[in-house]
């Protein structure tokens, strides 16, 4: 079936260090599957982080990085330097060209440290 | 940035009554979605929802789930009745258009809990 499994969290790391947030995809009933990052931060409902739609492309958003990667079936989320303010719940998701179905992953809380 | 609005936030109440969790979406948005999240689990679609009539919906919105919008109020989930497994917390979210994949806007969840 259509699926999406990410890094179990919480994960915890220091101000100004890099992350990486695993996602890998498994997309059977749909033929292009557009891959998201999305983010909860505290007090708050999810909102959409970025949005890959075509395989090897990446997408950013607020110093975050995903690259569509299709022969690993991946969209592994990416931060140079994280900042306190990161600290959230992110969701890696699957969906097809419409939005009548997505596919969340567990969520990765994201914890940072001062 | 736009936001969600679901009323109740928590709810609790005894197995076979009736519960409506409302939620008030983004103002000129035309797709609104039910998800459904059992503690411990994914987060998984229930229904989704355009011009007054139900577009899609899965095999988790059961018979005893209904869904409305009268006259542009509140998007409603209606359980009834309730069963000990509807305990969750249920995630109402709305979308300007279909084009614009994945551009959901979520409300921050309403939890249910049948006792």
């Known amino acids: 079936g259509d699926s999406v499994t990410q890094t179990e969290g919480p994960v915890t790391v220091s101000e100004s260090e890099s992350l990486i947030i695993n996602c890998t995809y498994s997309a059977t009933s749909i033929a292009y599957p557009n891959l998201f990052w999305y983010v909860r931060y505290p007090g708050e409902g999810l909102q959409l982080l970025l949005k890959?739609?075509?395989?090897?492309q990446k997408g950013s958003s607020r110093g975050f990085e995903a690259t569509y990667n299709k022969e690993t079936t991946s969209f592994h989320l990416q931060k140079a330097s994280v900042q306190e303010s990161d600290s959230a719940v992110y969701y890696c998701a699957l969906g097809g060209n419409s939005n009548n179905r997505i596919f969340f992953g567990d969520g990765t809380q994201l914890v940072v440290k001062p | 940035g736009p936001k969600v609005l679901q009323i109740p936030s928590h709810q609790i109440i005894d197995m076979g009554q009736m519960v409506t969790l409302n939620c008030d979406p983004v103002s000129n948005h035309l797709y609104f979605y039910w998800y459904k999240q059992i503690l411990g689990q994914q987060m998984e679609f229930l229904v989704n929802f355009y011009n007054g009539k139900v577009m899609e919906k899965s095999k988790l919105f059961k018979d005893q789930f209904s869904v409305e919008r009268p006259d542009g109020s509140y998007f409603t989930l209606k359980i009834q009745p309730t069963a000990l497994e509807d305990s969750a917390v249920y995630f109402c979210?709305?979308?300007?258009?279909?084009?614009?994949?994945?551009?959901?806007?979520f409300g921050e969840g309403s939890k249910l809990t049948v006792l």
């Open positions: 890959v739609i075509t395989a090897g």
């Open positions: 979210a709305s979308s300007p258009r279909q084009g614009n994949t994945g551009q959901l806007y």
